[in-house]
């Protein structure tokens, strides 16, 4: 009865962060002191325990059968059938040997389950520390239920959503939610209801941290119920995606079975009914038909072709976690990114400081404290600039973080814009653990929400003391009765403040002001009364989380690509507006806000979301509508993200990218791709990957089609004609698992075509086989068949037996491969040529391994038993050589006349004008 309970007993839906703390207390009938402990089982049992239902996984066992869902291996099983019902039980289980491959080789390549909800369980806090009879306790975070009274501490993970009864400079840091980089102040004020998640300063959401202060809260929603909850059940709840690729090879495969049993069926027909042919020795012929015509080894050559894309990408930072994401990235037409640790640095810098006289811009980003000061374009020395010297020295005194570094990086610990005012004073020259100690801290007011400032006492060895005041500049703009000039202090200029306040704001950089106030020698307490009267405006300091420099060229390079970068966070509209400046993308003014895009209805949304490249102040609901609505808008989409807001999305997406170093597990999980060094420039590497591993698939599929319509026309003409088969169906498998695998896998190593990244995503619908390839595979399957039954055909008139005129027919069919991969590497330019002949160790390799393994099937006893092969003499060997020479040579003539062709249709093209002048 319990278990029932949990599932259908919910807290109603409130807008928590728009009421009283009275109301909430009364609608969950809370008590400041905590609930008792036999309340707290007696809730526990009624709406169950704070935890996430578990995911739904697939089985190995379903995992490994579902290999065989495919048409085309459906056929391949029929045709196992047949052979076994005949009695033919070589050809039955050579049959099911092939079939049993393939499946082995996809279910090793699915790699991992689904692991996305697992990995947000994980994210809530494993203890909470609550009030219980009075009493403050440590409980397992899982036995929090609603009502519950819970103290929260720097340093402590959320355990549940909490509605907050009182905060002493309360920061949490909600990237995971909401993507902003910076701590957010909380108060217990109500908000407004339709306030945006990132505004709801009077809740704590399960799953953030706690960077400074204090804070009593109550419990108002657990488990599946709290934002993480919820965005579990999106995940759940989003279909997953196919690729374009699979979508084609799906359509092929369709057309290609439809087509084999038709024409299969036609043969068995004429056969039996027109030529009175034995219908045992039909089906056999018909089977052979299957064999010839199904492309045995494409589903091991995508798998290959894509598990070598994932070896390059890795060796570029770029992990894939599923297969099929490698040839995706190749077709991605939108990349939708976070902005902050993915387009952004993810640490503050500090940008522009504010005097009574003039801007001073600072150059250098991050935490790295490399960089100078400029005024106007010029240098500044700032030894020459006192008041500049003040502001970033007591920037770095009125401060409680540090700064280390690790591993060549520049760590900050403690609040990332504090970190930033060291990194500056640092620029300046000064020493943050030197100016501590020689100018040493009496007493501090610490930041609180409520008077949005930070006050510390301070000395220096000379005896002299001051008041530093850092805060919200509107407020200290309201407690300082003057400004520091460089000529002596003046009555404050409130309208000049105000003024350099909106500009630095509009450049999407967050302001703070410093001021001071010398006191008294022996002062030894600070007071809020200290701050009435005296305090003296220093200026203004513009702080901003930069762009990455290799963002900046990734994006670059992927417009030249034809690729829409679209920046969507829950950050502020000033500050995403600010970051695509930078970036230049392509459409950087416009900027819709979360409010904007619910206000908007689907339809319109896709429209928007077409034109719109910055968004900001979103939630996860409105990330995941995005997605879908680029891709209603025939787009192939990348999202890029870090935080659990990011998961649904990502997951949605037809690429998710995670990040590694800064991203969370559900981020990780919820995606097919992981930049293991959070470069968002990686991604632009990755997506020519991905064009190159489609290129590659295309000649693979080019060169495996022509062998097997070579195959299946040899076994037609026989029906038709009343001839023997040249090739058994034994003999057929031993090509296409062997010859024909070795020789496609060479293809897969091709390096990436110099134009790769100056061409547009290739369209969503492109069909795989364009007029051109189908030219070319009929064209090549031709001169297959042809040399093919030729050397049968000749080798019997000349006194071979059947068996010795089939070998010399599989050995030339190997032979034409052999030329014809040379020939398809490059299916417009020559090559002849040694560097296009000889330049890929792969395709020498494959060759190598191709004639080996078919020196063993022609003179190795053992064969003999198996595909009643017989030796080639020397004579019949150089036929079968020259035989796959004259198809190269042939080939080249081709690609030949459809080059002059083409150059011919250039000139005339730009003729054309000429003429009409």
């Not at 991992?112 to 009030?131: G, W």
């Not at 496609?744 to 086989?769: C, I, N």
């Not at 494959?846 to 022609?858: H, W």
């Amino acid at each position: 009865m319990g278990k029932s309970k949990q599932k259908v007993e919910k807290i109603a839906k409130i807008d928590w962060h728009a009421s009283s703390t009275e109301e909430v207390l009364k609608q969950l009938d809370g008590n400041p002191d905590g609930l008792s402990e036999q309340e707290s089982v007696s809730r526990l049992q009624k709406y169950g325990a704070n935890s996430l239902p578990p995911p739904k996984t697939r089985g190995p066992l379903l995992r490994f059968f579902s290999q065989f869902h495919n048409l085309l291996i459906y056929v391949l099983i029929g045709a196992a059938v047949v052979t076994a019902l005949l009695d033919h039980w070589i050809d039955t289980y050579v049959i099911i040997a092939v079939v049993f491959v393939n499946s082995i080789i996809g279910f090793v390549q699915e790699g991992k389950a689904e692991k996305s909800l697992e990995a947000i369980r994980h994210m809530l806090a494993p203890r909470a520390t609550a009030l219980r009879d009075g009493n403050r306790i440590g409980v397992p975070a899982e036995e929090l239920v609603p009502g519950d009274i819970v103290i929260l501490e720097p340093g402590d993970k959320v355990p549940a959503d909490l509605r907050l009864l009182s905060a002493k400079g309360l920061q949490i840091q909600e990237a995971v939610l909401t993507g902003e980089s910076v701590a957010v102040e909380k108060t217990t004020k109500p908000v407004e209801a339709n306030a945006d998640l990132g505004d709801r300063f009077s809740m704590a959401y399960s799953g953030t941290m706690v960077a400074a202060g204090h804070g009593k809260a109550i419990v108002v929603a657990t488990g599946a119920d709290t934002e993480i909850g919820r965005i579990s059940g999106m995940i759940s709840s989003i279909e997953e995606l196919t690729t374009p690729l699979l979508k084609q090879i799906a359509i092929f495969s369709r057309w290609l079975t439809l087509a084999i049993i038709l024409i299969a069926a036609s043969v068995f027909a004429f056969g039996f009914y027109i030529q009175g042919t034995d219908p045992s020795e039909m089906f056999m012929t018909v089977v052979g038909l299957a064999v010839a015509a199904i492309p045995e080894g494409l589903p091991a050559i995508l798998t290959v072709t894509l598990a070598i894309g994932v070896q390059r990408m890795a060796s570029r930072n770029a992990i894939i976690r599923r297969l099929p994401a490698v040839e995706t990235l190749g077709a991605v037409s939108i990349i939708c990114s976070d902005k902050t640790g993915t387009l952004t640095r993810n640490e503050m810098t500090v940008k522009s400081i504010v005097t009574s006289s003039k801007l001073f811009e600072i150059s250098g980003v991050g935490y790295e404290p490399s960089g100078d000061f400029f005024s106007g374009g010029e240098h500044v020395a700032i030894d020459k600039r006192p008041i500049l010297q003040q502001v970033v020295k007591f920037g770095a005194l009125c401060n409680d973080s540090s700064l280390r570094q690790k591993d060549d990086q520049w760590i900050a610990d403690g609040d990332p814009m504090e970190g930033a005012l060291l990194t500056v004073a640092m620029k300046a020259g000064f020493d943050p653990a030197d100016l501590h100690r020689n100018n040493a801290r009496g007493d501090v007011i610490p930041f609180d929400a409520q008077h949005r400032f930070m006050a510390t006492l301070n000395h220096d060895h000379e005896n002299h003391q001051y008041i530093i005041v850092k805060g919200a500049p509107e407020r200290l703009i309201e407690l300082c009765t003057l400004q520091r000039q460089k000529d002596g202090d003046t009555a404050i200029n409130s309208g000049y403040w105000s003024g350099w306040i909106d500009e630095v704001a509009s450049l999407g950089q967050r302001v703070l002001a410093i001021a001071y106030k010398p006191v008294e020698e022996g002062k030894t307490e600070l007071n809020f009364s200290d701050l009435d009267d005296g305090l003296i405006l220093l200026g203004l300091i513009g702080l901003i989380d930069p762009p990455r420099e290799e963002a900046i060229q990734a994006v670059k390079e992927c417009r030249a690509a034809g690729i829409r970068v679209k920046m969507i966070t829950g950050d502020h509209a000033a500050t995403a507006r600010a970051i695509a400046a930078q970036l230049h993308l392509e459409n950087h003014d416009e900027v819709m806000t979360g409010q904007d895009l619910s206000s908007i209805d689907d339809d319109a949304l896709i429209e928007v979301a077409a034109r719109v490249d910055v968004f900001a102040r979103t939630s996860p609901e409105h990330k995941l509508r995005l997605v879908t609505a680029m891709q209603a808008g025939g787009n192939v989409i990348a999202m890029t993200g870090d935080g659990v807001n990011d998961a649904p999305a990502l997951k949605r997406a037809d690429v998710g990218i995670a990040m590694g170093r800064t991203g969370t597990e559900a981020a990780k999980e919820a995606s097919e791709m992981v930049l293991a060094d959070d470069n968002f420039a990686s991604i632009a590497r990755a997506v020519r990957e991905g064009r190159t591993v489609y290129d590659n698939l295309k000649k693979a599929i080019i060169f495996l089609l022509p062998v097997n319509g070579g195959e299946s026309m040899s076994i037609i003409v026989a029906v038709l004609t009343g001839l023997t088969l040249p090739i058994t169906p034994l003999q057929v498998l031993w090509v296409n698992m062997v010859s024909s695998v070795a020789l496609a896998m060479a293809l897969a190593f091709e390096p990436s075509e110099p134009s790769v990244m100056q061409r547009p995503p290739r369209p969503k619908d492109e069909a795989m086989l364009s007029g051109f390839l189908l030219w070319r595979i009929t064209f090549v399957s031709l001169l297959f068949f042809s040399g093919i039954y030729g050397i049968f055909l000749w080798s019997q008139l000349h006194g071979s037996t059947l068996e010795e005129a089939r070998t010399y027919a599989v050995n030339t069919l190997v032979m034409l491969e052999v030329f014809y991969l040379l020939n398809v590497r490059y299916l417009s330019s020559s090559s002849l040529s040694f560097k296009h002949l000889f330049s890929s160790k792969a395709v020498l390799i494959a060759i190598f391994v191709v004639i080996t393994l078919q020196a063993i099937f022609t003179y190795a006893p053992f064969m003999e038993h198996f595909f009643d092969t017989r030796p080639v003499d020397f004579i019949h060997g150089m036929e079968i050589v020259g035989i796959g020479l004259l198809l190269f040579i042939i080939l080249e003539l081709e690609k030949l006349i459809r080059r002059l062709f083409s150059n011919r249709r250039a000139k005339d093209l730009k003729a054309q004008p000429k003429a009409k002048r």
